[in-house]
């Protein structure tokens, strides 16, 4: 049974997915190429904090209380390989299409150019939503995993979902041509993956307790990969690269902030 707390907090990121798709009802046909630069490198930094302090250290801490004294890197490294292999595995094979790109990855399909759009973002959400379960699921196991520390991980993805639900949103209104209610419907959407993939994991997690060190990394590789794979390289293309250096810096303060302010 999932307790009220764990509810609420695996719906926190996609409280931020929504109020940014949102911004389409708002917003002119796209956002201006700084702001945007700005808010990639601001989730990328969000993102990179919550691998290291978020999930990172835990998995070393609850490895380490386990017994496995100076070896306690092993389940850590073991599976941010994993997540990592997992995430390029997937962006070989799904069709996808990023922001602002006219070349489709992964196999030739015959999907439009909106599905794939979301495919990409169904990508790139999948380990923020496990890795949001994985710490619910891990509460009490270690003393660096406490209810505050996993809402913290929550507040922190939907402070970097916000600008995402509207870089989703305004592309497919201006690209897609889709109307603004189903643009913002669409970027809704590709936010649920985040609670789904959340339940999966918890309930993965309670089968699987002993391997919950090994959960808590593979969201992390998994994170990571679609830092460097794709929010570092959008927000340093072209010019005003610095923008983009600046906004993970920022983003990197403040989930550091949340996650010590929080603890």
């Known amino acids: 049974m999932i307790s009220a707390n764990t509810l609420i907090g695996i719906m926190i990121p996609l409280l931020g997915t929504t109020l940014g798709s949102a911004m389409v009802f708002f917003i002119g046909e796209k956002l201006d190429e700084k702001l945007q630069k700005a808010l990639l490198g601001f989730a990328a930094g969000v993102m990179m904090a919550a691998s290291v302090w978020s999930l990172l250290v835990p998995a070393m801490d609850m490895s380490e209380e386990a017994g496995m004294g100076r070896l306690s890197f092993i389940p850590a490294v073991a599976g941010l390989a994993v997540g990592i292999a997992f995430l390029l595995f997937m962006d070989r094979h799904i069709p ?30 999948i380990p923020e939503g496990m890795a949001v379960g994985v710490v ?8 660096s995993l406490t209810l505050a520390s996993a809402l913290a991980l929550s ?109």
């Open 96 to 125: 996808h299409l990023h922001l602002d790109s006219e070349d489709p990855e992964g196999p030739r399909t015959s999907l439009g150019k909106t599905a794939m759009m979301l495919l990409a973002v169904v990508i790139h959400n």
């Open 155 to 263: 507040v922190g993805i939907a402070i970097q979902n916000f600008p995402e639900g509207a870089i989703i949103s305004l592309p497919l209104k201006a690209q897609g041509g889709m109307r603004k209610p189903k643009a913002f419907l669409w970027g809704f959407l590709s936010g649920v993956v985040e609670p789904v993939g959340a339940i999966f994991t918890i309930i993965l997690s309670g089968i699987l307790i002993p391997l919950l060190p090994y959960l808590l990394s593979f969201a992390a590789g998994a994170m990571i990969y679609v830092i460097v794979e794709e929010l570092i390289p959008e927000s340093a293309e072209g010019e005003h690269s610095n923008i983009g250096t600046i906004g993970f810096a920022a983003g990197f303060a403040v989930m550091m902030i949340l996650d010590v302010a929080l603890a």
């Open 136 to 143: 619910f699921a891990g509460l009490g196991e270690t003393d």
